[in-house]
């Protein structure tokens, strides 16, 4: 359990979209909170949003509210984070992680998180 990895980043223009993904084991998803986060450089790392395992709520900062969404499907066990409106500084790796939480929390850093993906690059141009 705990193993993640993220797909679905790339070079977009701003106003653009992406949808990243988070393929993790069954088990994963049915036990661990999962959240995405971002780092961008020179700059500490960000989290972005959170799903429960338990209910299937989730969480968004206001900063990318209405912009960003994550969901889950089960069949694929793949998390994602549609990301619509995409601007220059959105660029960053995007990172999502997993916790053995039944309700996510997403503190500013993710420093609570115990199980991360490599990482996928997403680069918004102007």
């Known amino acids: 359990q705990g193993h993640l990895v993220e797909s679905g980043g790339g070079l977009v223009q701003a106003g653009g979209s992406l949808r990243l993904s988070c393929e993790a084991s069954?088990?994963?998803?049915?036990?661990?909170?999962i959240g995405w986060f971002r780092q961008a450089p020179g700059k500490e790392r960000e989290g972005l949003s959170c799903i429960s395992p338990s209910d299937g709520s989730t969480y968004i900062v206001d900063s990318v509210k209405g912009r960003f969404t994550i969901s889950r499907d089960n069949a694929k066990n793949t998390l994602y984070l549609q990301m619509n409106s995409l601007k220059p500084e959105d660029t960053a790796v995007y990172y999502c992680?997993?916790?053995?939480?039944?309700?996510?929390?997403?503190?500013?850093?993710?420093?609570?998180?115990?199980?991360w993906g490599q990482g996928t690059q997403v680069t918004v141009s102007s």
């Open positions: 069954r088990y994963t998803l049915d036990y661990y909170a």
């Open positions: 992680a997993a916790k053995h939480l039944t309700f996510c929390v997403l503190g500013p850093h993710g420093y609570e998180y115990d199980y």
